[in-house]
Nanobody, 117 residues
């Protein structure tokens, strides 16, 4: 089965950095768009960044210039490098396979990122 396992979250001070990882298995990595989403307490889940199969990233305006989505296609890992973190970045971060109507969408379990002094 498709498996997506996020890791790398934790507590960080404002201005700090974290790199989230999403270890993927059960499908051909690179065959589908992949995304990072986040959901803050009491808020809707929102798209953070998306990487299409052409290698072109699309970032949400709120994170543009601070977050970088990337993949290691040899290791089947997707990353989200986050710098200059702000308290408003606090959320559970999820990776997602954008499989569409034929393959389906798949989500990881999420990893908590807390930005606080």
């Amino acid at each position: 089965q498709v498996q997506l396992v996020e890791s790398g979250g934790g507590l960080v001070q404002p201005g700090g950095s974290l790199r989230l990882s999403c270890a993927a298995s059960g499908f051909i990595f690179g065959g589908y768009d992949m995304s990072w989403y986040r959901q803050a307490p009491g808020k809707e889940r929102e798209l953070v960044a998306r990487l299409n199969t052409f290698g072109s990233p699309i970032d949400a305006a709120s994170v543009k210039g601070r977050f970088t989505i990337s993949t290691d296609n040899e290791k089947n890992i997707m990353y989200l490098q986050m710098i200059s973190l702000k308290p408003e970045d606090t959320a559970v971060y999820y990776c997602k396979v954008e499989g569409g109507s034929w393959f389906g969408d798949y989500w990881g379990q999420g990893t908590q990122v807390t930005v606080s002094s």
